[in-house]
Structures are given as structure tokens and as C-alpha cells.
């Protein structure tokens, strides 16, 4: 499945139980045109089994297709469905697993459906859910893996629950968790692919545990690891398969490790890696979604943030109407008036000379219309009517605290 810079949505590949959402079941060996205005999909489901596909729209609406033998749609049934369905509102991200699902809301609440044999919904039980289920609150990220699933808190701590049998959880067991327990602390990026799971910390190192058939570690072992073990000391993004681990480094080269009997490392042979090669090089990082927190609580916009001319841009309009303003906009001015008490704060389009009050504000970025939205930026919006901003350049998060 892939994202065009439009917000189309494009899929293509075995489509038995659907999960292409094209209408049909029939496989597509070439991209087919599935919804427009997604900003985030992701695609689960077994090797050689079911498959199921979760995407995000533009409005924060979270649309679901495929296989749903488990309930892991969220539809509240077992019906298959071969084009999309809408499953629930206000989502900023998703992880669709083997047969589970995970939501994160705008509020930080983690939601969970599907299969639950192992407890890797979290929710105490072992119980399927066909509808969303609520497991946390103040989660930032969330992986879900074949039977297992890990998330990052907002305080930036790494927590896992699920089937542990190989140690795929990291807390130095093999016992399967209904809850979430702590694993590591300060975690930006994790990726839990079928029996292990890797992660990235705050100061750029990646780590790995669980099963290391074929290598898929990294750590020059074919040993389990029941704990995190340390791989590389510098990573900038890292994803796991089911036996082979891929990352970028901030050099922008590509690395792989574990099983390559059908070629997937990359690297001209079908030789499995201990350790990381570099495949390689000139590769770009995916860019980090930018998360915007208002006195806690994560706002989902109908444009995402983004950075322009190495500034980061927010919707001016959602904030400022979340803090409490009025914002009105005259089209034939390109201007944005916003009123909160005695705060008047005009900006037009274009203009880096934008005003609080009469007194001109300067900003080196001028707002810019995306999508029919006002982005301007993040600093002059959060302080605009009196608040502070924090941005966290490693995680791409700004909290703004209101007055």
C-alpha cells in the first residue's frame, strides 16, 4: 500500500480476502487506486494467511478492509470486507498487526481489536474484541507485531505485552503478558516484527531482543536475547520483518541483518547476516510525523504539521481555535484575524511581518496556504496569545502549554 503526495491511496498484490479494498478479490500485479486524502496507512496480517489494511483520512477518520477472521477490522463483525469501512474518529496513527489492530487517538488513548489468544491487545484478557477496546492513555507510538505489541509513553518509556515465548517482550522472561509492563526508558522509534523487536533510543542507538534465528538481532549471534541488546550506535529509522531487520543510519545508509534465502536483505546474496551490512547508500529517512500537544492533550489536524524551509509549520486556525480564539479569514486579503479577550493577532499570507495588538511580530517563515489550510509557524502560533512551546527535535513533538 502507498501514499502519492496527493493523498491517494494505491494498493497492489494478493487481494483474496480483500485486502487491497478495491471491491474485488482479485490480485492486482499492478497499483490500483484505492480512497484519496490518507495521510497514514498500514497493512497486517500472517505469511501465507489473512491480511487486513487500517488507513488514516485526512478528518482523523480510520477506515479498515480485508480479512477479519479475529475481529481485527473493528467493525464490530467477522465479515470480510473488501472495500473500505469506517472504524472510528479522531485517530493520529495506526498499527495493523498479524491479526490485532492498534489506534492511537488525538487524546493519547490506545485502542485495541482482534485477536487476543496472547494477550497482545493488552487489556487483562485473552478475549477477541470486534470493536475497539481502550488500553492506555498518554501513548506516543505503537508497534504491533505478529502476536505481540510494544508502545512508546509520553514520558518516552518503551512498555510490551503479548506473547513472550522467545523473549520478544524484553523484560528477561519467556512469560506471556495480558497487561503492559516497562521495558527501557528513553525510546523515540520501535518496531515489533514477528518474534523480536527493535527499538531506537533517544541518543540514537538501536537495540534488539527475542528470537535471532537466521541473525535477525544483529548483534553477531544466532542467540536469543531475552533482554535488550545493543546493535548499532547510531540509527536514524529501523523496521523489522518476520526474519530480517532493515535500518537507516544517519549517513543515509541502509543496513540489514537475519535470514536472505529469498534475497531480502539486499545485498547480491542469498547469505543470512549476523550482523548489519550496509546495502546501500543515498537513502532518506522518513520524515517523522510531527506531533502537536496542547496542555496534553494531541491535536489531530485535517493538514498535518510540516517542515518548510527547515521550520516547523502547524494549522494556525485549529490551534489557535483549541486555545480559545476566534479566527475569521478574508479570502480577498488572504488574512487570518484571530481574537481571544483583548488579543488581536493578524497575519496574512506570505507576509513575514504578522501582528499581536498593532505590533508587528517578525517570523523568517511566512504562513503558507496547504490543502486550504494556514500554516504558520509553531513558535508564533503557541505564543501568539500567551503560551510557551517545547519542541523536542529527536521525537518531531511540541507541547504547548496555554496561559
Known amino acids: 500500500m502507498v501514499i502519492r503526495t496527493d493523498g491517494s491511496l494505491w494498493g497492489w498484490g494478493w487481494n483474496h480476502f480483500g485486502q487491497l479494498g478495491d471491491g474485488t478479490t482479485i490480485d492486482r500485479r499492478n497499483p490500483v487506486r484505492i480512497m484519496d486524502g490518507v495521510t497514514y496507512v498500514s497493512a497486517g496480517g500472517v505469511p501465507y494467511g489473512g491480511g487486513h489494511t487500517m488507513a488514516i483520512r485526512t478528518d482523523g477518520s480510520l477506515w479498515a478492509w480485508g480479512a477479519n477472521g479475529n475481529g481485527q477490522l473493528g467493525d464490530g463483525t467477522l465479515t470480510n470486507r473488501l472495500s473500505p469501512v469506517r472504524i472510528m474518529d479522531d485517530v493520529v496513527t495506526v498499527s495493523a498487526g498479524a491479526s490485532h489492530t492498534m489506534a492511537i487517538k488525538r487524546d493519547g488513548s490506545l485502542w485495541a481489536w482482534g485477536q487476543n489468544q496472547n494477550g497482545q491487545l493488552g487489556d487483562g484478557t485473552t478475549e477477541n474484541r470486534q470493536t475497539p477496546i481502550k488500553v492506555l492513555d498518554n501513548v506516543l507510538a505503537v508497534s504491533a507485531g505478529e502476536n505481540h505489541t510494544m508502545a512508546i509513553m509520553a514520558d518516552d518509556t518503551l512498555w510490551g505485552w503479548g506473547v513472550n515465548r522467545s523473549g520478544e517482550l524484553g523484560d528477561g522472561t519467556t512469560q506471556a503478558r495480558l497487561t503492559p509492563v516497562q521495558i527501557i526508558d528513553s525510546v523515540r522509534m520501535v518496531s515489533a516484527g514477528s518474534d523480536h523487536t527493535v527499538a531506537i533510543r533517544l541518543d540514537g542507538s538501536l537495540w534488539a531482543w527475542g528470537n535471532n534465528l537466521f541473525g535477525k538481532l544483529g548483534d553477531g549471534s544466532a542467540t536469543t536475547r531475552l533482554t535488550p541488546v545493543r546493535v548499532m550506535d547510531s540509527a536514524s529509522y529501523v523496521s523489522a520483518g518476520r526474519r530480517h531487520t532493515m535500518a537507516i543510519t544517519p549517513d543515509g545508509s541502509l543496513w540489514a541483518w537475519g535470514d536472505n534465502i529469498e534475497g531480502q536483505l539486499g545485498d547480491g546474496t542469498r547469505t543470512e547476516r549476523f550482523s548489519p551490512v550496509r546495502i546501500t547508500t543515498g537513502v532518506r529517512v522518513p520524515a517523522t510525523p510531527i506531533g502537536v500537544f496542547l496542555d496534553g492533550r494531541r491535536l489531530v489536524f485535517a493538514v498535518p504539521a510540516q517542515t518548510i524551509n527547515n521550520r516547523t509549520m502547524v494549522p494556525l486556525r485549529a490551534i489557535f481555535e483549541a486555545m480559545g480564539a476566534e479566527v475569521n479569514w478574508n479570502d480577498a486579503t488572504q488574512t487570518v484575524t484571530a481574537t481571544k479577550g483583548d488579543t488581536v493577532v493578524v497575519m496574512r499570507i506570505g507576509d513575514t511581518s504578522p501582528t499581536v495588538n498593532g505590533r508587528v511580530v517578525p517570523i523568517d517563515q511566512p504562513g503558507v496556504a ?25 521525537t518531531a513533538t511540541a507541547r504547548i502549554t496555554s496561559d
Do not use: I, K, Q
Not at 379 to 387: D, I, K
Open 370 to 394: 496547504v490543502g486550504g489550510r494556514v500554516l504558520a509557524p509553531l513558535r508564533f502560533v503557541a505564543e501568539a496569545f500567551g503560551g510557551t512551546v517545547d519542541w523536542n527535535a529527536t
